[in-house]
């Protein structure tokens, strides 16, 4: 069986732009790299309309955006519709299939969007909601969203914001506009910038980039309201580089969490315990400096783990009763690469 998979990349050094790649799941190799668009920086994609849209982050020049390509009849995606405004460009892309709607994090304005989609690739802006704050950190001058993404019921949909050290809550309407119900502030310092839900939508796992740890909370379905109960580091303790902390993934069973370290160039895998806390059981070396994103494949037998400083994919198979990671391959060439996604 061969899996097709986006990479979403940078496009500041050899890239060009939004690339596919296939693995073939009997003999465990990647091949046939393929440029699917000249896209300026899509650097998180994601699909839609049972894989038929591709919405991807757009950069060109001194402008930003979100864009789309539609399946064609021979297989091959065309770019359908491109929305663009002054300034930089969003980091994060999700598709609410249930209302039809994108959601759209902006790291550098703090801003998080929503539009109305289409199966032909349309896009129509519908919310803005515009944070506001600062934090101890550096790097927390203002707010900078990171995510904006559903829970498992598809109920609400919760924002990462690195910038405020907050994850807020929103009841989304079916025109799609944003009501804010909750916020969470987390630890001065912590920059949350992904998070996930544990399969049973009751609790969270929040990813704080800046410093390197995991938030377990637990997550009230009917108000949108987080309440935290663990906070562990996601680097050994005789670890003392720099690192920051990237994507993160749950297993489909509920068993197993994932998160992969920048600077200490790893994916650490924890194993949920009977209370949803977190015990670290392994940490796996990337073969690759800073592996900005990884993704299971559909079967979850395998992870392949993209490089943005080395241009590389390492691939991993995944032991389903163990959660732990072998390492297959670190060779496969890829530019740039900051975001993996199974189409």
């Not at 515009?130 to 927390?140: I, L, T």
């Not at 405020?164 to 009841?171: K, Q």
């Amino acid at each position: 069986m061969t899996i097709p998979l986006l990479l979403g990349t940078y496009t500041r050094a050899t890239s060009q732009g939004l690339y596919m790649i296939d693995f073939d799941q009997q003999s465990t190799t990647l091949a046939n790299l393929q440029l699917i668009d000249d896209i300026g920086s899509p650097t998180y994609v994601t699909t839609g309309y049972a894989g038929k849209v591709i919405f991807t982050i757009v950069n060109e020049g001194d402008q930003g955006g979100v864009g789309t390509l539609v399946k064609q009849a021979d297989g091959s995606y065309q770019r359908q519709n491109t929305l663009l405004e002054d300034g930089p460009a969003p980091c994060y892309v999700a598709f609410d299939q249930e209302r039809e709607l994108l959601y759209e994090a902006n790291y550098h304005t703090g801003a998080l969007s929503i539009y109305q989609t289409t199966a032909d690739g349309q896009l129509t802006l519908t919310d803005r909601i515009q944070h506001a704050g600062s934090s101890v950190h550096q790097n927390q001058d203002g707010p900078h969203a990171h995510y904006f993404d559903l829970d498992v019921a598809d109920k609400f949909a919760l924002s990462c914001d690195l910038g405020t050290d907050e994850v807020s809550t929103y009841r989304i309407s079916e025109t799609g506009k944003a009501e804010d119900i909750s916020t969470l502030s987390v630890k001065p310092g912590t920059g949350p910038r992904h998070l996930t839900f544990h399969p049973n939508g009751e609790y969270v796992y929040i990813f704080g980039e800046l410093s390197s740890e995991i938030l377990v909370g637990t997550y009230d379905q009917a108000s949108g309201e987080i309440e935290l109960i663990q906070t562990l580091s996601t680097l050994p303790g005789d670890f003392n580089g720099e690192s920051s902390g990237a994507a993160i993934r749950i297993s489909n069973d509920g068993q197993f969490l994932y998160a992969s370290n920048r600077g200490h160039d790893s994916i650490v895998v924890y194993h949920i315990q009977e209370d949803f806390t977190l015990k670290v059981i392994q940490w796996a070396e990337t073969h690759g400096q800073n592996p900005r994103d990884f993704n299971f494949t559909p079967d979850e037998q395998f992870i392949i783990c993209g490089h943005q400083h080395t241009d590389t994919l390492s691939l991993f198979q995944r032991d389903a009763s163990s959660g732990k990671l072998s390492l297959l391959s670190t060779d496969t060439i890829a530019p740039e690469v900051v975001c993996v996604t199974p189409l």
